[in-house]
């Protein structure tokens, strides 16, 4: 009913191209994140539905209808900002009631839908203070309120959590995802932060140099990525990427001979997720350790291979310093091939139900 | 500045004790400077005594005059218009000449005019006086009489096409006036005080009047139009001084002859005569040179050479004789006419009448006077202007300062022991501040500054507000110049010399001129933020201009603009096909003209302001707005304005003060016009210090008073500002 369709959206400013012809469609009450490395054109993106950029060429559509025209006010969406964006003459209150007055909404209705936004996000004893007033958090949940209360059919969200500690951080990701079960709306979300990706989308989109990549279920991308890019950009530590062949029913690459079914041939880049690496006495993949992290039970090594740098987890009882020579092997089928420029996803592992 | 004077005087000594030149001043410019300087040479040939010749600008002639001589700086010799003499006499800045004038060498009116109290001062150089400019080929019988005169004028009119009998600067005192003495009014009665509401002013003021509404002479006539309309022959005569003769044109046939004589009276209209004299300083270094100076430019060749080519009309009779004068038609015909004219007063009373006058003429003119009322008009801002010593009797306290003074003091001791008394325990100075001497060290220099800058002049303004100054002596009178301030003596309270009447168009004037400003200002800087306007750095560098002029050059140019006749203002109304606005004739049109002038000069400033401020409000801001749904307007009016506020408060009040004591543009774009009516509070308390008999007690009260006004104002925005600022 009230779902989003883009259709063809490309965006430059000047002669630089932002956005280069992006099809996109968001259901009706899903939680879309939109993720990329800066400058993927993702920020772009969100600011043309809101409809503060105007678009080159292409269709932004709301529940079926034609919004590129339209100015923003008359979109119905709620856009929180990076920045929060919050009036800095107004009170909480009056800037949560900013929007519903511009809309002529009864006074009853607006005292009644802000205080219903204050209690929701624990704003009510701060509703007269002024933004200065507030702690970062505090803003961050005033920014979300104000588009609370006008109830819009899209919610749009830029970076919201950027500005704010880890724990703060950790402490939102987990607000929103609720708000996002209680209300129901649609949700367009942009982040750089992939944990917030994973966390709280029902779909991520993910963009690079103003593509789209590939959108789906966040663990369907991390399982099954459509391209190389995809599989570096989500996961933490990030994927393992070799140039290998095909030989026989082997991949082999510079110091390393693994074997892995499926079906291609050639030249293709292998991808190996750290978490699928152990170390051990023996395995494929030999190197000297250049940094170790230690997170308690396990750790991540970073390894110089022949085939260029590998990061691999080890069993934390393991006693592993740098400049060792360790030996890393994978925990079963665990490689991902794409073509050898990345372009394609040509095996996935069967994914762990 | 006293030792440097004396240093300076110390080693002109030093230099040349003997033959140290006589300084001559005088305030000539083009044949006139030619001529005096050839005479003084002529003269150091003759005696072998050197002159140092110094030609001072006009304006300041007089001033420097009465403030070098006294200090022994000024010159040996000095030529002025006799108005002035007998105030150099008060002031003790020129010897007298009785002794030594040879009354029988002089026009008998040019030795009469340098009479004061029976002293006379000075040797007379020429005269100057009025005369009837006849184009011979349009009229060929000067008039002899005004019957003959206005049945001239008849024939010679038609106001369609353009064309006058008559031109000349009717709106001018001194043009006037033969008309007021041929219509048998005098001017000063025998107590010396001027009168005004006379028959014989009323007579005079509505023949001027007939004449104007006639068409016999044309409106709102300035000197420059009577030049083109007389050389185009479009003018058939004109009244005019000897200097008329230079801006003739050539082709003109023209005769000079004495103004007719009124045919009712059988008076003949009686100019005023203004004598030029070589006047004698009091303090000459060496006074038988000075004199001998003195005489010689009066006489002989130096006159000769004030003919030409000075083109002056010589004092001396002798000079009537000589070959070149002989011939001399021009020369003649004004000899003639001086004959008939009276020397200008040289009394105080005479500085007194040139406002009085020029507010009935003008009323009279354009029409808001009747010829019969315009004299009580005058009469009544003569005795406002000229306001008496108050009386000292009948206000308790008024005679003396003594008991205010030690009011004062005992005032202050009450306060500084309140203060001792209330800070506890005393502790040993030096132990409460132990670096008092090097921290009044660092503070002296910045206190001495503030103390001679600002706190002896403030305190002087203040004690001066309770004083009367007359003719150099101040008298002690209280409170009374506030009381008649603010009580508006001697006139209606909704007359223009009002405070009150002052105070409310002062208020009016800050109040459009601040909005205008800021809404202006305002608008500039909303178009000029938009990032995307193409050559934005241009149009900024251009609407910055004004505010980097000048002011008084953009006040002098504006003024230039709104004039009657050759104003850009008028001549683009005419191309658009409307009336010309004379813009100074009336009230709405020159508080308009004012208003216009210092918004031009005043928008800037707002604009940087807003500019700035603008830019720090943070684009997002906006299209937080946007999404909320704001339309722009509403985001000017609930975003952008509220944010601005903080930056431009206090802009506004500073504006506020700034235009409120906005000095410069009223003094030179409307001067006051219409009658004082778009004067503000600082340039009333200007016109009374030094326009109107240098009322010094009374203009310094006028100070004070405005300086609470803009307290009580500061007083006000605070409250306003203060719950904002918290």
Known sequence: ??????????????????????????????????????????????????????????????????????????????????????????????????GLELRKVPRADVDARVAEAAAMLELTNLLERKPKALSGGQRQRVAMGRVIVRRPRLFLFDEPLSNLDTALRVQMRGELARLHRKLGVTMVYVTHDQVEAMTLATRVAVFDKGVLQQVGP???????????????????PSMNLFDARREGTALVGAGFRLEAAGDYAGDVKLGLRPQDLTV???????????????????????????????????????????????????????????????ARALRHPEAPR | MRWLAVALALSACADAPAARPLKLWHAYRGGEEQAIERAVARFTEETHVAVEVLSVPYDAFSSKLTSAIPHGAGPDVFIFAHER??????????????????????????????????????????????????????????????????????????????????????????????????????????????????????????????????????????????????NEGRAAMVISGPWFTGEIDPSVRYRITPLPTVSETGLPLTPFLGVEAALVSSRASRPDDAHRLAEFLSRGEATALRVNPGRQIPAELAAYERPEVVGDEAIAAFRRAAERAVPTPNTLEMAKVWEPMKLALRGVLQGEVSPEAAGALAERRYAALNREQPSGRDRPGATSPWPWLVALAGGLVAFAVRQWRRRGPPVPFARRYPEAARGLAYVAPAAVGIAVLIVVPFSVGISLAFFHHEAGDYTFVGLANFVDILTSKGYRVTEPLSFWFTLAVTIAWTFVNVALHLGIGLGLALLLKDPLLKLRAVYRVVLIVPWAVPNYITALMWKGMFHRQFGAINGLLAALGLEPVSWFTHFSTSFAANVITNTWLGFPFMMVVSLGALQSIPQDLYEAAEVDGASKWTQLRRITLPLLKPALLPSVILGCVWTFNMFNIIYLVSGGEPGGATDILVSEAYRWAFQRNEQYGFAAAYSVLIFFVLLGWTRLTRRLTGPEAA
């Not at chain 1, 469609?25 to 539905?49: D, Q």
């Not at chain 1, 966040?218 to 933490?236: C, K």
């Not at chain 2, 206005?150 to 009119?157: C, D, G, K, P």
């Open chain 1, 1 to 98: 009913m009230s779902g989003l369709r883009l259709v063809g959206i490309r965006k430059s400013y000047g002669d630089h191209p932002v956005v280069k012809g992006v099809d996109l469609e968001v259901a009706s009450g899903e939680f879309l994140v939109m993720v990329g490395p800066s400058g993927c054109g993702k920020t772009t993106l969100l600011r043309v539905i809101a409809g503060l950029e105007a678009v080159d060429s292409g269709q932004v559509l709301m529940s079926g209808a034609d919004v590129t025209q339209v100015p923003p006010r008359d979109r119905d969406v709620g856009m929180v900002f990076q920045s929060y964006a919050l009036y800095p003459h107004m009170t909480v209150r009056e800037n949560l009631a900013f």
């Open chain 1, 218 to 236: 966040p663990l369907e991308l991390y399982h099954r990525p459509g391209n190389a890019f995809v599989a570096g950009f989500l996961g933490s």
């Open chain 1, 280 to 342: 051990s006495a023996d395995g494929p993949f030999t190197g000297e350790v250049a940094a170790v992290e230690r997170l308690g039970f396990d750790g991540y090594v970073f390894l110089e291979t022949a085939a260029g740098p590998l990061t691999a987890r080890f069993d934390g009882s393991l006693p592993v310093e740098v400049g060792q020579t360790v030996r890393v092997r994978p925990n079963g089928d665990v490689a991902h091939v794409f073509s050898a420029d990345g």
């Open chain 2, 85 to 230: 003499l007998r105030q150099f006499h008060r002031l003790k800045v020129v010897a007298p000449t009785t002794q030594r004038l040879e009354r029988a060498r002089y026009l008998p009116s040019t030795v009469e005019a340098l009479d004061v109290d029976g002293e006379l001062y000075g040797y007379p150089l020429s005269l100057k006086t009025l005369a009837l400019f006849v184009n011979t080929a349009l009229v060929t019988d000067p008039p002899e009489t005004t019957d003959q005169w206005l049945s001239q004028l008849e024939a010679t009119s038609d106001a369609e096409r353009a064309r006058f009998g008559l031109a000349y600067a009717a709106g001018d005192f001194y043009l006037h006036a033969p008309f007021v003495f041929g219509f048998g009014a005098r001017l000063f009665d025998d107590a010396g005080r001027a009168s005004f509401d006379t028959k014989g002013m009323a007579r005079s003021l509505a023949f001027v009047k007939a004449l104007q509404t006639r068409g016999f002479m044309p409106q709102e006539v300035s000197g420059a139009l009577v030049k083109s309309l007389f």
